[in-house]
């Protein structure tokens, strides 16, 4: 051992302190919110969450005490179908939102584990399917909001939390978020390290609202719509390309099998997107064999709700106002309103 | 692992610590398992390639040292065999079917389905000139055979210099393994300001540059002119601070420990002739070359043809040694042109630039730069094709005007390039008249530590994190 080794090992300390503080601030602050529990998240304005986590969190949190047996899938295009809406129609008083960014089908069967092995049963379940559902785009992405919780992957625990550290450090991260944390102060630089839309999360069914659209649309709707976004649509769109891979089959394998375990009562809904393209034939049979014709809500293409821009808050998302129409079709059916592909 | 990476930052200081903690006579088998265990970050089954020639050489340099005549220069071939046959098989294994079935195909209209899915092993090239340099010296009696297998393996393996270098000879660093370095404070501390040095040209420059560069490279037809010209400047740079950037993280990090390994890099940009960039850029392997095949060739000892030859053969194989492609050959092609016109116009040179003083230093340092950065077109493009349309748009009329480039490269980044070149520019400079660590360590302790403060501040801030590896490390 080395006497002179161990007399510099304080000067080392004392020159990085400002880099163990550094470091030591990803722990205090817990930017992306997932070191610690929190009981409720609501809005992202300015924050850089994680929807995976926090939906892991909030159902982790409340799954006792609400006895969550009723479960909507999908991405954030899922936020649609409401708890408070789904809740009158299946005759449940607490469902839960199990959504995340752009979630695909290894998350959503991913989530159907993590519930299954929980414990909880799964009386209900609304899949809301849409042109992320059968992509991987994100996976292979190194996007932290995106990222899959530990909990219901093969990652371990180690290896999630130190890809969000290294998260803090990359693209000068730690500089915009200490600058906002100290000052307070929004500053045009941000890129697109903190979420600049106003969503809220509400605790404890995990609901995805658009707070800030509706209350634009609210103050202006003419002006809202007329955005030429909204009005830029191709009037023949192409068909939807084949998006079901053969390396998805097992995901859909192993929900059915969950399903079938927990003898749930499901819908399979594939929503109504804005660009009013069709869903693969092919990929619906695909979808049935698994899931049953009748279980299988096919919303694209052009129809009464892709007609009608109002029902958008901007091109990805549709307003609960059309989720809960589907919904009440669905589960309520009239002699010529259902969708099922039967 | 790579050095700029996260858990390079973990192993490093872990590494460092236990070096400088256990007995002496244990650390030799820290490092080899520290080694393996960097080396196995990339993929864990490269370890048993570089195993199978670790094991291969360690032998043959027995056979070498108790055989002579025929028999030594069998011994010899076995062992460089060996090494070639493990590289030809791993990076030119699919190089040389592309080209024997373009010339099938045009015979018989046949081609050959590649059977085995290779992937080249990280560093493959580096280490497989390293050990050919153990066995080579061994056979001309230079260096004593290495009895101990731990110490062989670390010599091939050593983990600062694994995978790009510098290419070491048995003799100046092998016996390092037995000697034991004191913890020595100058030294360490002059080992880690080179190791900052080394990231801030690569996480600050090299990566910076890179951002703008890729982008043109990856699409070289959309860009004609000025754009063109922006891009292989900035890739000439990034380029220059990745790999000696890298140079000097493996320096730095081995001199931590009281290694001392050669210099690869002296500020190439500066030369004033292509015979001098080569022996500013990459002098490990430029050195290698030298030693293992311009000399045996003949070298300059022979008739002025015979040794353009030479100059031509050495340069072709570095271009291969540098990738399986026929871009590679030409980049290496061209500074071996580049070094006979240089001499066959030498005189001319010396009566036009001479009476110019150091504004013909200045311009002979420009045509060298001019030439290199040419050059390194046919290094970078991603084939044949994009090298040509590269070469012959340069001078086109613009496709794009300098606010466009600007707006590509995005203000903020136009900060950090500024900033990051015009520091390297000046430190380069002062490197040339005086040692800079040297003058460093002459500053009281508040000014090093503000120096080392703006840098590492620097790198943080500005500075690319794990996103990106060393270019090199695919030769």
């Given at each position: 051992?080395?006497?002179?080794?161990?007399?510099?090992?304080?000067?080392?300390?004392?020159?990085?302190?400002?880099?163990?503080?550094?470091?030591?601030?990803?722990?205090?602050?817990?930017?992306?919110?997932?070191?610690?529990?929190?009981?409720?998240?609501?809005?992202?304005?300015?924050k850089?969450?994680?929807?995976?986590?926090?939906?892991?969190?909030?159902?982790?949190?409340?799954?006792?005490e609400?006895?969550?047996?009723?479960?909507?899938?999908?991405?954030s295009?899922?936020?649609?179908?409401?708890?408070?809406?789904?809740?009158?129609?299946?005759?449940?008083?607490?469902p839960?939102?199990?959504?995340?960014f752009?979630?695909?089908?290894?998350?959503?069967?991913?989530?159907?584990?993590?519930?299954?092995?929980?414990?909880?049963?799964?009386?209900?379940?609304?899949?809301?399917?849409?042109?992320?559902?059968?992509?991987?785009?994100?996976?292979?992405?190194?996007?932290?909001?995106?990222h899959?919780?530990?909990?219901?992957?093969?990652?371990?625990?180690?290896?999630?939390?130190t890809?969000?550290?290294?998260?803090?450090?990359?693209?000068?991260?730690?500089?915009?978020?200490?600058?906002?944390?100290?000052?307070?102060t929004?500053?045009?630089?941000?890129?697109?390290?903190?979420?600049?839309?106003?969503?809220?999360?509400?605790?404890?069914?995990?609901?995805?609202?658009?707070?800030?659209?509706?209350e634009?649309?609210?103050?202006?709707?003419?002006?809202?719509?007329?955005?030429?976004?909204?009005?830029?649509?191709?009037?023949?769109?192409?068909?939807?390309?084949?998006?079901?891979k053969?390396?998805?089959?097992?995901?859909?394998?192993?929900?059915?099998s969950?399903?079938?375990?927990?003898?749930?009562?499901?819908?399979?809904?594939?929503?109504?997107?804005?660009?009013?393209?069709?869903?693969?034939?092919?990929?619906?049979?695909i979808?049935?064999?698994?899931?049953?014709?009748?279980?299988?809500?096919?919303?694209?293409?052009?129809?009464?709700?892709?007609?009608?821009?109002?029902?958008?808050?901007?091109?990805?998302?549709?307003?609960?106002?059309?989720?809960?129409r589907?919904?009440?079709?669905?589960?309520?059916?009239?002699?010529?309103?259902?969708?099922?592909?039967? | 692992?790579?050095?700029?990476?996260?858990?390079?930052?973990?192993?490093?200081?872990?590494?460092?610590?236990l070096?400088?903690?256990?007995?002496?006579?244990?650390?030799?088998?820290?490092?080899?398992?520290?080694?393996?265990?960097?080396?196995?970050?990339?993929?864990?089954?490269?370890?048993?390639?570089?195993?199978?020639?670790?094991?291969?050489?360690?032998?043959?340099?027995?056979?070498?040292?108790?055989?002579?005549?025929?028999?030594?220069?069998?011994?010899?071939?076995?062992?460089?065999?060996?090494?070639?046959?493990?590289?030809?098989?791993?990076?030119?294994?699919?190089?040389?079917?592309?080209?024997?079935?373009?010339?099938?195909?045009?015979?018989?209209?046949?081609?050959?389905?590649?059977?085995?899915?290779?992937?080249?092993?990280?560093?493959?090239?580096?280490?497989?000139?390293?050990?050919?340099?153990?066995?080579?010296?061994?056979?001309?009696?230079?260096?004593?055979?290495?009895?101990?297998?731990?110490?062989?393996?670390?010599?091939?393996?050593?983990?600062?210099?694994?995978?790009?270098?510098?290419?070491?000879?048995?003799q100046?660093?092998?016996?390092?393994?037995?000697?034991?370095?004191?913890?020595?404070?100058?030294?360490?501390?002059?080992?880690?300001?080179?190791?900052?040095?080394?990231?801030?040209?690569?996480?600050?420059?090299?990566?910076?540059?890179?951002?703008?560069?890729?982008?043109?490279?990856?699409?070289?037809?959309?860009?004609?002119?000025?754009?063109?010209?922006?891009?292989?400047?900035?890739?000439?740079?990034?380029?220059?601070?990745?790999?000696?950037?890298?140079?000097?993280?493996?320096?730095?990090?081995?001199?931590?420990?009281?290694?001392?390994?050669?210099?690869?890099?002296?500020?190439?940009?500066?030369?004033?002739s292509?015979?001098?960039?080569?022996?500013?850029?990459?002098?490990?392997?430029?050195?290698?070359?030298?030693?293992?095949?311009?000399?045996?060739?003949?070298?300059?000892?022979v008739?002025?043809?015979?040794?353009?030859?030479?100059?031509m053969?050495?340069?072709?194989?570095?271009?291969?040694?540098?990738?399986?492609?026929?871009?590679?050959?030409?980049?290496?092609?061209?500074?071996?042109?580049?070094?006979?016109?240089?001499?066959?116009?030498?005189?001319?040179?010396?009566?036009?630039?001479?009476?110019l003083?150091?504004?013909?230093?200045?311009?002979q340092?420009?045509?060298?730069?001019?030439?290199?950065?040419?050059?390194?077109?046919?290094?970078?493009?991603?084939n044949?094709?994009?090298?040509?349309?590269?070469?012959?748009?340069?001078?086109?009329?613009?496709?794009?005007?300098?606010?466009?480039?600007?707006?590509?490269?995005?203000?903020?980044?136009?900060?950090?390039?500024?900033?990051?070149?015009?520091?390297?520019?000046?430190?380069?400079?002062?490197?040339?008249?005086?040692?800079?660590?040297?003058?460093?360590?002459?500053?009281?302790r508040?000014?090093?530590?503000?120096?080392?403060?703006?840098?590492?501040?620097?790198?943080?801030?500005?500075?690319?994190?794990?996103?990106?590896?060393?270019?090199?490390?695919?030769?």
């Open positions: 051992m080395d006497k002179k080794f161990f007399k510099f090992i304080p000067k080392v300390l004392l020159f990085g302190s400002p880099f163990i503080l550094l470091a030591l601030s990803y722990f205090v602050f817990d930017p992306f919110h997932v070191l610690r529990n929190y009981r409720h998240y609501g809005s992202n304005y300015l850089t969450f994680n929807r995976n986590r926090i939906s892991t969190q909030t159902y982790l949190n409340y799954k006792d609400h006895r969550f047996n009723s479960f909507i899938f999908g991405s295009r899922a936020s649609a179908f409401q708890t408070g809406d789904w809740a009158k129609l299946i005759h449940e008083p607490a839960f939102h199990f959504d995340a752009n979630d695909n089908i290894s998350g959503i069967r991913g989530k159907l584990e993590f519930i299954d092995r929980n414990g909880s049963e799964i009386k209900n379940a609304l899949i809301i399917i849409d042109s992320d559902t059968f992509s991987e785009q994100y996976d292979e992405s190194e996007s932290i909001v995106h899959k919780d530990y909990r219901w992957t093969d990652e371990g625990i180690l290896a999630y939390h890809r969000f550290f290294k998260a803090y450090f990359k693209k000068k991260y730690f500089v915009s978020y200490l600058d906002l944390k100290i000052f307070n929004y500053r045009p630089f941000y890129m697109d390290e903190f979420f600049k839309f106003k969503y809220y999360y509400t605790t404890p069914g995990n609901d995805f609202l658009f707070p800030e659209n509706i634009n649309i609210r103050k202006d709707s003419v002006k809202y719509y007329s955005d030429p976004e909204f009005h830029e649509r191709i009037e023949k769109p192409a068909m939807m390309d084949r998006q079901i053969k390396h998805h089959l097992a995901d859909l394998k192993t929900i059915d969950l399903f079938k375990a927990h003898q749930t009562n499901y819908k399979v809904i594939i929503g109504p997107a804005f660009d009013q393209r069709e869903y693969h034939p092919i990929d619906l049979n979808l049935a064999i698994y899931f049953g014709k009748k279980n299988i809500y096919n919303y694209t293409g052009k129809n009464q709700y892709t007609n009608d821009i109002r029902n958008y808050y901007e091109m990805s998302h549709y307003k609960p106002a059309a989720g809960r589907i919904m009440q079709e669905i589960y309520n059916p009239t002699e010529n309103g259902t969708s099922a592909i039967q | 692992m790579v050095f700029s990476s996260f858990e390079f930052f973990l192993f490093f200081p872990i590494v460092t610590f070096y400088f903690t256990i007995p002496y006579r244990y650390r030799w088998i820290l490092l080899l398992i520290s080694s393996c265990i960097f080396y196995a970050f990339f993929k864990w089954e490269y370890i048993l390639i570089l195993f199978f020639t670790i094991i291969v050489d360690y032998y043959a340099a027995f056979w070498i040292d108790r055989s002579q005549g025929r028999e030594r220069k069998l011994a010899l071939a076995v062992s460089l065999v060996a090494n070639i046959g493990v590289l030809a098989m791993f990076k030119y294994y699919y190089f040389l079917i592309d080209n024997f079935n373009s010339l099938t195909f045009r015979l018989n209209g046949t081609t050959y389905e590649p059977r085995w899915d290779i992937i080249l092993p990280i560093g493959l090239s580096f280490h497989t000139f390293q050990a050919m340099s153990y066995t080579i010296e061994v056979y001309r009696g230079h260096q004593k055979v290495e009895r101990n297998f731990g110490i062989y393996a670390l010599y091939v393996m050593f983990y600062p210099q694994l995978v790009a270098g510098p290419i070491e000879r048995p100046n660093i092998l016996h390092q393994f037995y000697e034991k370095f004191d913890f020595n404070e100058t030294r360490v501390v002059s080992g880690l300001r080179l190791m900052l040095w080394g990231f801030f040209k690569k996480m600050v420059i090299a990566d910076n540059f890179a951002t703008y560069a890729d982008v043109v490279f990856g699409d070289v037809h959309r860009y004609q002119g000025l754009p063109l010209i922006v891009a292989i400047l900035f890739y000439s740079i990034q380029i220059y601070c990745d790999f000696s950037g890298y140079s000097d993280i493996a320096i730095g990090s081995a001199r931590v420990m009281g290694f001392k390994l050669m210099n690869n890099f002296k500020r190439p940009y500066l030369a004033k292509i015979a001098e960039f080569w022996k500013r850029w990459h002098i490990s392997l430029s050195t290698w070359f030298r030693d293992y095949l311009y000399i045996p060739l003949g070298g300059n000892r008739a002025i043809p015979r040794w353009y030859l030479n100059i053969i050495v340069f072709l194989v570095s271009g291969l040694w540098h990738g399986a492609s026929w871009n590679f050959v030409i980049w290496g092609g061209l500074h071996g042109i580049y070094q006979i016109f240089g001499h066959l116009t030498r005189n001319m040179q010396k009566a036009v630039f001479t009476p003083g150091k504004l013909g230093d200045l311009l340092n420009w045509i060298t730069v001019a030439l290199a950065v040419f050059a390194w077109i046919f290094f970078r493009a991603e044949f094709r994009d090298a040509r349309y590269f070469a012959t748009h340069l001078f086109s009329e613009s496709s794009h005007t300098w606010k466009e480039i600007t707006h590509l490269i995005t203000p903020q980044a136009l900060f950090t390039l500024a900033a990051g070149f015009l520091i390297l520019y000046f430190v380069e400079k002062m490197q040339e008249r005086t040692a800079v660590g040297a003058w460093v360590d002459r500053k009281p508040w000014q090093r530590w503000s120096i080392y403060y703006f840098f590492a501040f620097f790198i943080l801030v500005f500075g690319y994190f794990g996103a990106m590896q060393f270019i090199y490390f695919q030769f």
